[in-house]
């Protein structure tokens, strides 16, 4: 059974870039696609971005020009990196598998796989202060 | 982008009683591409349904969902106690977004 698990520091400086890697455990990483979720304290679940099996990404508008997102197959493990980042950037970030299926949608620069999200990670607090 | 809104925002209901969730759309979500997510306190989501009614493997059945097009509905026949949690709904026929979660709360 697949498990994922968060890994990074708890703490970023505002206008630096937060960085995070979840590791896959219990299955392959290669053939799947995978996302990245945050939730700020007491609020709710905002999609940050998905790397999918061919290596491509999809980005949140809202987050596009601060989000990369990648994948190390070797060490199976994929990696969130937000860059500028602000108080408003203080979430529980938590990493997910994007479970196949036949859903895609196209927007102005492409068409995108997309689906639901299954298992999460147990998730990790980000704090951004000085 | 599609916004989703969940309605009430807090159930006060007592166990065995009958929770009726709701999760309304800005906009038609294509071929009923709607999920549900369980929140219990300082745990992730789980997987609760997709495709808008059909239920997540290892789901009890007394969680089932329904609607299509901009209206959708999560019913939880007979609240058990570890059913007491914060319930959000995700549509993935676009950019994914979720609603902003339903806290169903003892009674």
């Known amino acids: 059974q697949v498990q994922l698990q968060e890994s990074g520091p708890g703490l970023v400086k505002p206008s630096e870039t937060l960085s995070l890697i979840c590791t896959v455990s219990g299955d392959s990483i290669t053939g799947y696609h995978w996302s990245w979720i945050r939730q700020p304290p007491g609020k709710g679940l905002e999609w940050i971005g998905n790397i999918y099996s061919n290596g491509n990404t999809n980005y949140n508008p809202s987050l596009k020009s601060r989000v990369t997102i990648s994948v190390d197959t070797s060490k199976k493990q994929f990696s969130l990196k937000l860059s500028s980042v602000t108080a408003a950037d203080t979430a529980v970030y938590y990493c997910a598998r994007v479970v196949p299926s036949r859903a895609y949608y196209c927007s102005g620069d492409g068409c995108y796989s997309s689906s639901w999200f299954d298992p999460w990670g147990q998730g990790i607090l980000v704090t951004v202060s000085s | 982008e599609i916004v989703l809104t969940q309605s009430p925002g807090t159930l006060s209901l007592s166990p065995g009683e009958r929770a009726t969730l709701s999760c309304r759309a800005s906009?038609?979500?294509?071929?009923?591409?709607l999920a549900w997510y369980q929140q219990r306190p300082g745990q992730s989501p789980r997987l609760l349904i997709y495709?808008?009614?059909s239920r997540a493997s290892g789901i009890p059945d007394r969680f089932s969902g329904s609607g299509s097009g901009t209206d959708f509905t999560l019913t939880i026949s007979r609240l058990e106690p570890e059913d007491f949690a914060v319930y959000y709904c995700q549509q993935y026929g676009s950019s994914p977004t979720f609603g902003q979660g339903t806290k169903v709360e003892i009674k």
């Open positions: 906009q038609t979500i294509s071929s009923s591409y």
């Open positions: 495709g808008a009614s």
